[in-house]
T-cell receptor, first 113, second 113 residues
Framework: AQSVTQLGSHVSVSEGALVLLRCNYSSSVPPYLFWYVQYPNQGLQLLLKYTSAATLVKGINGFEAEFKKSETSFHLTKPSAHMSDAAEYFCAVSRSRDDKIIFGKGTRLHILP | DARVTQTPRHKVTEMGQEVTMRCQPILGHNTVFWYRQTMMQGLELLAYFRNRAPLDDSGMPKDRFSAEMPDATLATLKIQPSEPRDSAVYFC???????????FGQGTRLTVV
């Protein structure tokens, strides 16, 4: 069965600092991995996805994530945090292109002025 | 601008009443997911459909919940009878076969009193 674990339910970074949100996955087959963002009272928006084409994936809003099979990780990063990045971020996994998507518990990102 | 449309956005109902939530997937998408989001459990997959056929509804309480796709443009989630513990935000998402990732609606916030 597929699952993801997000380390840290809350992360605080200063504006302009590096953002690092951690995600580790468990999968019996090569996974498809996703990062979604949720702003208050909104649905989830796809930030980026890993589909085995490249290990470093670039997404919207300056975010990127690197797939590391040896570490079973798919951490999300952004070089410089902006106040508008404050939101909840979800890592997710699927075992195929169109199979069910299983979400982690989420990490709430706080940006300090 | 293609989007998943959910109605109603908010619903307050009394315990024991029937609740119906509706979802219009993005035109051309043939995969539909229903998720429930709560503070305690996070995002739980209730059911998902492909080409209107249910593929997995193992996350759904069978005694009171039912999900259907009467046609390709409408998915419904019903709760009968509703209970206070059903209070949550229910999200519908749609995807396209062979393309990883799903697009989420704005959600239906259900409160059962």
């Amino acid at each position: 069965a597929q699952s993801v674990t997000q380390l840290g339910s809350h992360v605080s970074v200063s504006e302009g600092a590096l953002v690092l949100l951690r995600c580790n996955y468990s999968s019996s087959v090569p996974p498809y991995l996703f990062w979604y963002v949720q702003y208050p009272n909104q649905g989830l928006q796809l930030l980026l996805k890993y589909t085995s084409a490249a290990t470093l994936v670039k997404g919207i809003n300056g975010f990127e994530a690197e797939f590391k099979k040896s570490e079973t990780s798919f951490h999300l990063t952004k070089p410089s945090a902006h106040m508008s990045d404050a939101a909840e971020y979800f890592c997710a996994v699927s075992r195929s292109r169109d199979d069910k998507i299983i979400f982690g518990k989420g990490t709430r990102l706080h940006i300090l002025p | 601008d293609a989007r998943v449309t959910q109605t109603p956005r908010h619903k307050v109902t009394e315990m024991g009443q029937e609740v119906t939530m509706r979802c219009q997937p993005i035109l051309g998408h043939n995969t539909v997911f229903w998720y429930r989001q709560t503070m305690m459990q996070g995002l739980e997959l209730l059911a998902y459909f492909r080409n209107r056929a249910p593929l997995d509804d193992s996350g759904m309480p069978k005694d009171r919940f039912s999900a259907e796709m009467p046609d390709a443009t409408l998915a419904t989630l019903k709760i009968q009878p509703s209970e206070p513990r059903d209070s949550a935000v229910y999200f519908c998402a749609s995807g396209s076969e062979g393309r990883p990732g799903a697009f989420f609606g704005q959600g239906t916030r259900l409160t059962v009193v």
